[in-house]
């Protein structure tokens, strides 16, 4: 039975104990689901093969993500982690000698469709990179740059989603007298949470984080962490990342890489605690990497 | 107790102290000829400078610069809009479009010989080049638009290399993130990569007007002289009037005010350029507020 045909009956008042209520188990919260008429997986990875030249990256790549949920991509470095990231938006697609085999969709439709428009595929796919990446622009003309290029408000409105952006990553009372400064003498942290206000305005639905955190403090990395779980169950998560702690602090579920294959995924706590690979094994516990 | 430094350190030292005398004194050959340069023009325009010479025009060796500074005027806003254009989208196509195709040779190799070669060329050699073809050969006379042709095709091999360079080095977090967001090439162009790169081309487009009013040998062989002051008319002026030529022809006339106008000529083109230097100047510090430097 899918969702849509169970009968909506008052729930009993339940205790919420930790962590958002799921959809799958409150039938109103999943008849009152805008996504409730979409595919469940919003995106899917069918046998993936890439190559750059003669080199072959990726291979065969096989993965559905849960709409709504983080997933973490861990794996030791060249493993391929970032190649496969960025051919979800296909950020790979100019890079020399670029070719690939089998598929990747978004809400069952391939990402390499001819009717699909690269510039809207990449507004629902979102990304944040390694190191923040702030146009060299106002701190409030940054968080409204891809609004402005995909023309989704203007005039005063602009200023309503600067607004309401920063106040989403908590950084509107450490910038609301400065909008017009430069965003390169804000922290490297306060950066990065721009660059995030930056790739939520544009509505994403789908984010790609490639270490987001990696060059950021202690502190900004959890208040970077706390936000990319306060941002689910709206946006779908990907994350790249090599702190192992962070993959099982955040995420729902994990993908091993290894050598450019998927050796293993799965629920997190199954991945971390009691992995199927010996490979899985070695690298969680720290004795690989 | 401190312990003596260690040989490799004194070493290390001296080299140090080496090192930065021989920048001072590098410093000191670029500052130097300039500032002779610039004291040597002055002191001998200052003293006999007449404000008219502004505004009368050249009779025969005497008179005033009136035609000449008008003509290096126009020159200069011919070239900015001709060179300017041709030469940053020269230079936008061979950094942005021209990109490694899929069998690794790069498009715009045509493109770049043919700017290569045309940088390669004696200015005087480009000049007889217009006096043939387009003087001569069009029956256009010596003329504005000869001019304009020959000094543009100077310059815009160093706006666009210089364009190209300043785009090549934007940092690729900026292409990448206006990528991302599902900005279109174009757009991010416009809007994120020319911005960061305006310093670049803006010192390109000074130095080519720099060079376009300092040229003498192709405008010789394409403008001529006149007394006349200069009109719009494009082709078959019989002359046109520009401030090197009093720099170069009047200083070899006999007549102290024959020499007077040619130093009077060299304090105003250095009065351009350094005006030029500075607006350029404004332009890039208020475009750059939120640059990341
Ligand atoms: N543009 C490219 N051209 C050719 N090979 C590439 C390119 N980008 C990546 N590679 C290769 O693809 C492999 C995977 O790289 P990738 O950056 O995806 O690894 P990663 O898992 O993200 O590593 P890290 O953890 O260090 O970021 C590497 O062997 C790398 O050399
Ligand atoms: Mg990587």
């Known amino acids: ?289 | 107790m401190v312990a003596a430094p260690l040989p490799r350190t004194r070493h290390r030292r001296a080299f140090d102290i080496l090192f930065r005398l021989g920048t001072y004194v590098a410093l000191l050959l670029v500052i130097g000829p300039a500032a002779w340069i610039l004291i040597g023009v002055v002191a001998r325009a200052v003293p006999h400078w007449q404000w008219k010479v502004l505004t009368t025009p050249t009779h025969g060796t005497s008179g005033g610069l009136e035609n000449a500074i008008i003509g290096t005027l126009v020159l200069m806003a011919g070239v900015f809009i001709i060179a300017g254009t041709i030469g940053v989208f020269a230079g936008i196509h061979l950094a942005e479009l021209a990109r490694p195709r899929r069998n690794g040779k790069e498009s715009g190799g045509l493109l770049r010989t043919a700017s290569d070669v045309l940088s390669g060329f004696p200015s005087i050699v480009l000049g007889y080049v217009g006096y043939v073809a387009l003087v001569v050969g069009l029956h256009w006379g010596f003329s504005l638009l000869p001019a304009l042709i020959i000094l543009s095709i100077m310059v815009i091999p160093y706006i666009a290399k210089s364009t190209e360079s300043a785009l090549r080095q934007v940092p690729t977090g900026y292409r990448e993130g206006a990528e991302a967001l599902g900005m279109s090439t174009g757009y991010s162009l416009r809007k994120v990569v020319l911005k960061s790169a305006l310093p670049g081309i803006v010192t390109g487009l000074l130095l080519a007007l720099a060079i376009a009013c300092g040229e003498t040998a192709p405008l010789i062989y394409t403008a001529g002289w006149t007394d006349a002051v200069p009109n719009l008319q494009l082709t078959g002026s019989h002359g046109f009037a520009y401030l090197t030529y009093p720099i170069f022809t009047f200083y070899n006339q006999p007549g102290q005010q024959a020499h007077d106008l040619a130093y009077d000529a060299a304090l105003i083109l250095v009065v351009i350029v350094l005006i030029l230097l500075v607006t350029s100047r404004i332009i890039v510090a208020r475009t750059q507020r939120h640059a990341d430097r």
């Open chain 1, 1 to 289: 039975m899918t969702p849509e045909e169970q009968p909506i009956k008052p729930s009993p008042p339940v205790e919420i104990a930790s962590g958002p209520p799921s959809r799958a188990l409150d039938p109103v919260l999943a008849a009152l689901d805008p996504d409730r008429a979409r595919p469940a997986h919003v995106m899917e990875s069918k046998a993936l093969k890439l190559s750059f030249g003669a080199k072959t990256i990726l291979d065969d790549i096989e993965m559905r993500f849960t709409r709504g949920t983080i997933t973490a991509l861990i794996g030791p470095t060249g493993s391929g982690k970032s190649t496969f990231l960025r051919t979800l938006n296909r950020m790979n697609d100019k890079v020399v000698g670029f070719s690939h085999q089998g598929d990747v969709t978004l809400d069952n439709q391939s990402i390499w469709e001819p009717n699909q428009d690269l510039l809207t595929l990449r507004r629902r796919v979102g990304m944040l990179f390694q190191r923040p990446n702030p146009f060299p622009m106002s701190i409030g003309d940054n968080v409204v740059a891809g609004v402005k290029a995909h023309r989704i408000a203007k005039g005063k409105q602009l200023d309503v989603v600067a607004e309401r952006r920063l106040r989403e990553v908590g950084l509107w009372d450490a910038v609301k007298d400065r909008l017009g400064d430069s965003p390169f003498r804000l922290s490297g942290g306060q950066q990065q949470l721009l660059c995030l206000a930056r790739a939520l305005a544009v509505g994403p639905e789908v984010l790609l984080l490639d270490e987001p955190t990696s060059a950021l403090d202690p502190i900004s990395t959890e208040m970077v962490e706390g936000l990319v779980r306060e941002l689910t169950p709206a946006l779908t998560i990907i994350i790249v990342t090599h702190n192992l702690g962070q993959a099982r602090r955040v995420s729902d579920g994990t993908m091993f890489f290894y050598d450019g294959k998927l050796i293993e995924h799965g629920t997190t706590s199954q991945m971390f605690d009691d992995p199927r690979c010996e490979q899985t094994q070695n690298y969680v516990t720290g004795r690989m990497g």
